[in-house]
């Protein structure tokens, strides 16, 4: 437990979730944020983050922690002592904490500004920097929503910020348009780190057909009653999504009529009904550069894991 209360902003109460996800399965839709959501999602999010096949938290995290003194490298300098670290999409915040460390070790005063739409998760990033010693701001927030980004918005006095958007979060969405928003959160004086999942091939699909992830794609169904003995998790891809930009969807196509109770209310779905839930990207290097450029990014370093699989970018407003 923390050694003092834990300070939260909301822009998304869970009112407004449980009413969105009535009205995304009445359309047949399962988006992104609730399978970071239910506590049955969140126990299945962390085992899956813990288990050796899930190559791309692996990846991510390991390359975060190979770069971290260089990405506080970065932030030396004119930037003064004084940092906010804003991640989108924090998750637990088990992978922010390297550069958290290796700013601190540089004697730097670190905000910790997590912005996430699940509170358990929100609650385990904050409790975790609390423990460092960190100064922690949660965000309980939409990332999708250009409301909810743009209270973050700099004014000219705020410290220098770090804009972390890890983990290929930003594959989860529409880049160029998730780009261009992140690019109004960073001014000269900031830098943005940014991901993404390199390559699409038969390896890539591979490293989704395991039970830890198949576990993780059905717990927020089983937390609304539903598994595979109901239906098929299928995961299938979709190529050229845009020049250089692939994606791996799945979806859930159920066997028979079920009624489904979602936030106190009937859900009728019938036999061959397909869930359609969340996506990740996959990118190219040069498309994946591309968008950033787009998006009036400069690029300023590259961070690649070791089977080069996995890209990690550190950039700066375009001059």
């Known amino acids: ?9 909301v822009l998304l109460t869970e009112s407004a979730l449980a009413d969105r996800l009535w009205q995304s399965l009445d359309q047949r839709v399962l988006p992104e944020m609730f399978f970071y959501w239910f506590p049955l999602s969140v126990r299945a999010w962390v085992a899956l983050c813990q288990d050796s096949n899930y190559r791309n938290y692996v990846r991510s995290d390991r390359l975060l922690q190979a770069c971290a003194k260089q990405i506080a490298g970065h932030m030396a300098g004119d930037y003064g ?13 088990t992978k922010d904490l390297h550069v958290l460390t290796a700013l601190l070790s540089g004697a730097r005063r670190v905000c910790y500004r997590p912005v ?5 998760l929100l609650e385990m990033a904050c409790i975790q920097a609390s423990g460092h010693g960190i100064a922690v701001h949660g965000l309980k927030a939409d990332i999708t929503d250009s409301s909810h980004l743009s209270t973050l918005a700099p004014n000219s006095h705020d410290a220098p910020r770090l804009v972390m958007m890890v ?8 880049p160029a348009v998730m780009l261009r928003r992140l690019r109004a959160l960073v001014r000269t004086q900031d830098l943005l780190l940014i991901d993404g999942e390199i390559g699409n091939d038969d390896a890539t699909r ?45 979806s859930f196509r159920l066997h028979d009529d079920r009624i489904v ?34 998006a009036e990014f400069e690029v300023i370093d590259e961070y690649f894991s070791e089977d080069r699989r996995f890209m990690m970018i550190a950039a700066k407003p375009a001059p």
Request: charged share 20%; with cysteine.
């Open 81 to 93: 002592d004084a940092m906010d670290v804003i991640s989108l999409g924090a998750g637990q915040g």
């Open 167 to 174: 983990g290929n979060t930003l594959g989860a969405f529409d």
């Open 261 to 294: 109770q979602v936030a106190g209310e009937q859900l009728h779905f019938k036999a061959g009904d397909c869930i359609h839930m969340n996506h990740s990207g996959k990118f190219e290097r040069k498309a994946f550069l591309s968008l950033l450029a787009q």
């Open 1 to 9: 437990m923390p050694n003092r209360p834990l300070r939260f902003d």
């Open 116 to 120: 996430d739409s699940g509170q358990m």
């Open 206 to 250: 591979a490293g989704y057909e395991h039970p830890a992830n198949r576990a993780f794609a059905v717990a927020p169904l089983r937390s609304l009653g539903l598994t595979e003995r109901d239906g098929t998790l299928m995961f299938h891809s979709c190529d050229n999504v845009m020049p250089g930009v692939h994606r791996l969807e799945k």
